[in-house]
């Protein structure tokens, strides 16, 4: 076999999780290398899958409230699997 599947698979699912982040309005990287410093000395690195580096400003008219009709179009699959 060519590929190993727990790395795709790995790499759908980060995919799947840093869209629904930015649809949320979440500024995101993946692959993040940051130093470890234990008492301001480097010891190594540590690489991040996805890491949130801040937050879009939004409008109250866009935020969920519980209602289910304001539900984003992505959070309303399961009903619509339901009827099928």
């Keep these: 076999m060519c590929c190993d ?12 999780f840093l869209n629904t982040l930015m649809k949320f309005g979440f500024y995101c990287q993946k692959e993040v290398v940051m130093p470890v410093l234990v008492d301001n000395m480097f010891v190594g690195h ?22 289910k009709n304001t539900l984003p179009e992505h959070l309303k699959f399961k009903d619509k699997a339901a009827d099928i």
């Design 5 to 16: 599947n727990s790395n795709l698979t790995e790499h759908i699912i980060q995919n799947i």
């Design 46 to 67: 540590n690489r991040f899958d996805i890491m949130v580096t801040g937050k879009k400003r939004q409008n109250n008219n866009n935020q969920y409230r519980g209602n």
